[in-house]
């Protein structure tokens, strides 16, 4: 019983250095500069890592919905 505690005290120490090391990256922020040619203000705009990989996510889904949709739809044509 000793052993099984030990190592669920070691998942857990593991799972909490990951998350916070995992939570600590997605904080991370980058930052898009639009600077124009002419005299007109800078533009700064500041992502988060999170924001990055969700807008991924939603797009590769999207699209992988809509192969599966036209595969469809061109076998039921043939």
Known sequence: MN???EKYLRTKKSLK???SKFM?????HLTIM???HSEK???NL???NFI???VVL????IVSFSLISLNTHETEIN
């Open 3 to 5: 052993k099984l505690h």
């Open 17 to 19: 250095v990951f998350f």
């Open 24 to 28: 600590n990256k997605g904080r991370e």
């Open 34 to 36: 639009f600077v124009p």
């Open 41 to 43: 203000k800078i533009l």
């Open 46 to 48: 500041q992502i988060s």
């Open 52 to 54: 990055i990989s969700a």
């Open 58 to 61: 939603v797009l590769l889904v």
